[in-house]
């Protein structure tokens, strides 16, 4: 099992916003019409809550299960639901692993992001297990993909930047197979002010290659790209 990463909220945020701004409408129109009263929508690994936001917005019916296990990550989640009369009644955040959590006997729909590549092929085996005995027909799987299906080298290349007040935060990012099926990608997180760095912070992971036909031939469902970043599987 590969532990979690977890940076810090403010960086997931600058990173996450950039990411997920052309995936939102395929977020949406993924799960635009689906019906909600079979049970809650899972939103595995909701981070600090931008995708929790596309699903109420799109779904404003349902009920969402926001999984996350990171602390930092579930209080700016929990605070994003606090400040939305929206989501507040709608919007349960737990505290949990993909491989832990507690699922109720039904759900309508699941958006995983952020969270399959942690898990090796065994540990995917059983979270679709556990997804498809409580999903009807016709219920999408939304997953986040990484652009790398088998492990290559990747350079360093800056993955997103933003001024906030005086304040630069950038992001950098480089890979390097670890295995047959693994990345390990390096991530640098900087503050700078009047192009002085005021904070550093290096981390890296690992992460299991997949594309979405992998993940077809995986759960036997049907698959479709709806980005370069997001799958889904259709039960």
Known sequence: MIDYYTPTAEFYDLVGGQHWAHSDPALASALTGIDTGHGPVLDLGAGTGRATEVIARALPDAHILAVEPSPAMRTALTSRVVRSEDLRPRVTVIAATAQEVDLPE?????????VAGYLDREERGELWGRLLRRLPAGAPIIVELMALRTPQPVAPMRIARQRLGE????????????????????ATWRVLRNGELVREVDVSHEWYTFGI???????????KQLTPELGVLIR
């Open 213 to 223: 036909e992998d993940l077809a031939a995986e759960t036997g469902l049907t698959a």
């Open 106 to 114: 039904r759900l309508s729909a699941a958006v995983i992001c952020g």
């Open 167 to 186: 304040q630069e935060y950038e992001a950098w990012l480089t890979g390097e197979p670890c295995g047959a099926d693994r990345m390990r990608w390096s």
